[in-house]
Each structure stands twice: as structure tokens, then as C-alpha cells.
């Protein structure tokens, strides 16, 4: 772990173990809440005026295919229940979100993405891309970071705080599940159970390894023709020991990867610059 990620890694594991058990933490200053429509799960997030988190809250969720909401109803009805589950956890009442998007899908997707938080009660703040939320968990302005999802993965390149290029491609832990599956001759659900299940690990890290170096190859691609000394990889697809390994070596750069990848994106979304007056 490089040691400027020592405090940021402090708060994403916090942040783990609240939505995990449903703990909060006594806020000091405004209350700011995220939402993460995800492929797999929808994972809700607050932080406090001084970018601590303070509560969240998750559930499983096939509402998102590839980028797109495909699920309005499921979508609204989830963010709804998952506000307001935090909401009667912190005693507050949110009328405002900000919402992530994977990076380059449509303009009208965006606003598909907006209306949900609108059909759930809330006006939005902002909409960040999910690999830009990342970073501001992470605390970084300069790299890329590659957010690997269950139905995409996402790449951005920063340099100064500021969004050089972002992209966003269909494979992730679902074409994993599809290999597994295939391999070993069982349905999606089994070989998504098997996948997650830490004694079958050693079965699942040589299967899905081609799918890895095809995410690591969506970025080589991406990052073609710009200087970037350091990679960031998150998202709960990245979670297997040999990941960072198979990036590193396609991408020829250290990469570095928090001990809880599934919530770094999650806990940027509602983070803002301290002393900006948004929202």
C-alpha cells in the first residue's frame, strides 16, 4: 500500500464495516448523501462535512445491465428503501443525492440515472463517473484508475484533478461467472456463488485469468499515449488476489488496489472538495 493511501484506506475500511453492519458514526457538519447503481448491488453512502463516512447501506441488484438501467421500477424502489433505511439510522431526512455513472454512456442514460434518485425523492447534486468518484475516496488528482464492476469495466485518466479520458467497456464479473460457468459445466447462479466462495478460490483464479487480461487489455488500450506512473484499480471484480499481478504486467506500471475494492467508488460519490459550496 503506498503510503499516501494510508488515511484514505482507513476510511473505505470504515465505510466496509458500516454498510456491513449497520453502524453509524456521530457526524460533524452537513450531511451529503451518494448512490451507486451498480450492476450487482446498489450501495448507498453518507459522509459528513469533512468527507468522514458516517453510514451506509447495500443490497443485491440486477436493475443495471452493461451501463443501462433496465429495471426502472426495481431501480427507484431499492434507492427509495435504501434512503430511507439511513435515513431512520441517522434521524435525518435527505432531499438531495449525488449519483455515479459508468464514463462515456449516453446522454440520455444519464438522465435515466438522474430520475431514479427524482423517482426516489431526492434532487441531485451531482452526477460523477465512477472511476472519478473513486479517486476522490482514494484522495489522488494524477493516474488512472480502473474501476472493475460486475457488468463493466471503466478507466480514467487524471492529471491535476482534471479528467483527461474516460471509457467504459462491457466485461466484468458477469463474463466471469459466464467462464466459470462453462468451464466447470454448472448454471450462472452456482458458478457466481463459487465464485465468491474464498475455499474455492484457488479453482476460480486460473479460470477467470483470461478474463482479467482482457480487462487489463480495455486499459492498455485506454492508456495508449499518456505518461501515467501509477494505476489505481477498485470495483468488487478486482477483489481476486492475482489481479493487481495481471494488471501490472500488461499494463507495465505498479498497481495498487485497497483492501476493500467493492466500496472505494461508493464512498467518492458524495465526497466534495472541503470549502466548496456545492450542494
Known amino acids: ?10 476510511a473505505i475500511r470504515r465505510f466496509a464495516e458500516l454498510v456491513r453492519t449497520g453502524e ?16 450487482a448491488n446498489i450501495v448507498v453512502s453518507v459522509v459528513d462535512g469533512g468527507n468522514r463516512p458516517v453510514a451506509g447501506a447495500w443490497l443485491h441488484s440486477t436493475v443495471v445491465r452493461d451501463g443501462v438501467v433496465v429495471d426502472w421500477a426495481g431501480a427507484t424502489t431499492a434507492v427509495r428503501r435504501l434512503k430511507e433505511d439511513v435515513e431512520r439510522r441517522l434521524g435525518h431526512r435527505f432531499t438531495r443525492a449525488s449519483v455515479s455513472i459508468p464514463p462515456g454512456i449516453s446522454e440520455g442514460d444519464i438522465k435515466v440515472f438522474r430520475n431514479v434518485a427524482t423517482a426516489a425523492g ?18 489522488i ?8 464492476g460486475h457488468g463493466t469495466t471503466g478507466v480514467s485518466i487524471l492529471a491535476g484533478g482534471r479528467v483527461l479520458k474516460s471509457i467504459d467497456e462491457a466485461t ?6 459466464l467462464v466459470l460457468a462453462g468451464a466447470y459445466k454448472i448454471d450462472y447462479e452456482t458458478a457466481e456463488i463459487m465464485k465468491k466462495d474464498p475455499a474455492r478460490r484457488d479453482d476460480v483464479v486460473g479460470v477467470i485469468r483470461p478474463t482479467l487480461e482482457k480487462m487489463a487489455s480495455i486499459a492498455h488500450a485506454a492508456l495508449v499515449g499518456y505518461d501515467v506512473p501509477m494505476v489505481y484499480l477498485v470495483g468488487g471484480s478486482s477483489s481476486f ?3 493487481p499481478d495481471v494488471f501490472a504486467a500488461r499494463l507495465g506500471r505498479p ?25
Open 24 to 39: 453509524v458514526e456521530e457526524p460533524r457538519g452537513e450531511l451529503r448523501l451518494g448512490i451507486d447503481l451498480g450492476t
Open 122 to 139: 431526492l434532487e441531485t447534486d451531482e452526477v460523477v463517473d465512477e472511476p472519478v468518484a473513486a479517486a476522490r475516496a482514494l484522495g
Open 141 to 148: 488528482t494524477d493516474g488512472c484508475v480502473i474501476d472493475v
Open 1 to 10: 500500500m503506498a503510503p499516501a493511501l494510508m488515511a484514505p484506506e482507513a
Open 255 to 279: 498497481v495498487v488496489r485497497p483492501i476493500e475494492p467493492l466500496f472505494v467508488t461508493p464512498l467518492g460519490i458524495p465526497m466534495k472538495e472541503l470549502g466548496d459550496d456545492r450542494g
Open 172 to 177: 466484468g464479473g458477469h463474463h466471469m461467472n
Open 241 to 243: 488476489p492475482n489481479a
